[in-house]
């Protein structure tokens, strides 16, 4: 485990019980939302490459604009 984790781990222990298991439960659920994220990602390589070559072809022909992170 590494200092950092620890550390989190500590603070996580402070929280009341009911807290604790709210944090418990969405460090679960972000695991496993990252492993299907993982799986899809796996599972599809052709897919993901040809919608990259896509998005490059439309950057290409100018039918892409800037990203305004404050429009988001």
């Not at 460090?27 to 599809?44: G, K, M, P």
Request: hydrophobic content about 45%; aromatic content about 6%.
């Amino acid at each position: 485990m590494t200092e950092l984790l620890e550390k989190a781990f500590a603070e996580a222990a402070r929280l009341p019980a009911g807290d604790r298991d709210e944090l418990a439960a969405w460090i679960l659920e972000e695991l496993a939302s990252e492993q299907r994220w993982q799986n899809a990602f796996a599972a599809t390589p052709d897919l993901l490459r040809e919608l990259a070559e896509e998005a490059r072809r439309e950057h290409r022909a100018g039918r892409t604009k800037p990203l305004n992170p404050d429009r988001i």
